[in-house]
DNA sequence: GCATATTTGTCCGTATGTATA
DNA sequence: CTATACATACGGACAAATATG
């Protein structure tokens, strides 16, 4: 069980180079939460990570902390860090303030420059061309790619930055459900609609669309949350 | 310089009793910051304060890993941690997504619960009669809980937090305009007005005023920040 | 329910690297 | 350029809490 990725982490150490050591561990972290390795509700061990990683405790601990703050991890008290696993009303409340956020910057789409506007139709290109090849994986990246470019739309750094930090979020739950040709086709074809609306400056009908979205969307995920967890 | 709040912080000790060691420390440290005692700008010295609060480096940092987090203190690689100093693009940022976290959450007036709307009036309340006793401070932190109200009509754990957050950098910028009074009495009657339209229940008229609050306030904190830093 | 082993929380001392006077 | 001050990172230690048998 710690084998498995013991080895693997080993390979990581190759990487800690740049920047400060708990910012570099926790970016190899984050990895290898996003990527599924250590599954929402895994528990990290300190002494087998700071083994594996071949770095002291103190410094895995400020690791922990920088991801807990972020959200991927949860401290309990004497008990350690677990990857974060979401429940049902934490899915209702990311999408409560994904509407108001995102909904929000598209309200602010008059005064949106040219390049934040292109970005949007990128991000759903992308996703159209990962889902013609059926990779739907890369599907729900480009899918994460177009809502974060809607946030963008606002021009302000903290909610570009509380969008990604949400998304990241969200990326937890897609762990635990895991099928992600569910998850993500669904919604190529309304995501185009959308940015088919947002090029021809209807903010109000984008708005109605995105609202929309969100209610399907969450829907869904909770239903399927449901199902697998 | 250090000896003045060195003996002030040594008295602090004695509030060292409950919860993780450096969550009471970052309590107190929040406090002191938000009382003007620390400064934006003020380096916070690891070697002055851990004698000062009698504790360890390791949990010294652990607290100041929880302030950088929230936005009061700022991490500086090999130079140490810093009580933030807003930039005016900050205070743009900060009005920029509040406009965008309130406004969604007074949109959501309909079905926000009897005891959230109470809340509004009541901290309305306490600005009025804070008022009457020429107490701006206290004036300041009842349109504080105004706008915290506000935020919690949406309903949201992470809106509420996210709107806790943006008031406390907000407080940065007011310790250092530092006249109370011009700060927070101009916008008493207008809340009052804003908090009667909720009541009536007209959620698209009080949107309306909360916007021009924001521009009014935006413009009038930007214009004192920049004439005092 | 109890005794044991494991793990975390906290602290210390020190060595090294970095920025500043 | 040198010297000083400081942050970064490490390893070891012990108490307290938790998990395990």
Avoid: K
């Amino acid at each position: 069980m710690i084998e498995e990725w013991g080895a693997r982490l080993a390979g990581d150490r190759a990487l800690l180079d740049r920047g400060s050591t708990a910012e570099r561990v926790a970016d190899i972290l984050r990895q290898r939460i996003t990527e599924g390795v250590f599954l929402p509700g895994t528990r990290l061990s300190e002494e087998n990570l700071r083994e594996a990683l071949g770095i002291s405790r103190n410094t895995l601990r400020e690791a922990f902390r920088l991801l807990s703050h972020e959200g991927l991890l949860e401290h309990q008290l004497n008990r350690g860090v677990f990857v974060r696993l979401l429940s049902e009303d934490d899915i209702r409340d990311l999408y409560a303030i994904r509407r108001i956020l995102e909904c929000g910057a598209l309200r602010n789409l008059p005064s949106a420059s040219p390049a934040d506007r292109a970005r949007v139709g990128a991000a759903i290109d992308a996703a159209d061309e990962a889902a013609a090849r059926g990779d739907w994986p890369a599907v729900g990246t480009a899918n994460m790619r177009f809502h974060q470019a809607i946030a963008d739309l606002a021009g302000s750094r903290r909610v570009a930055e509380a969008v990604r930090a949400l998304l990241a979020e969200l990326r937890l739950v897609f762990l635990v459900v895991a099928d992600p040709r569910q998850l993500h086709e669904p919604y190529v074809a309304a995501n185009r609609a959308l940015a088919d609306l947002l090029a021809a400056g209807d903010a109000r009908a984008a708005e109605e669309a995105l609202q929309r979205y969100f209610d399907d969307a969450e829907a869904q995920l909770l239903a399927a949350y449901a199902a697998a967890g």
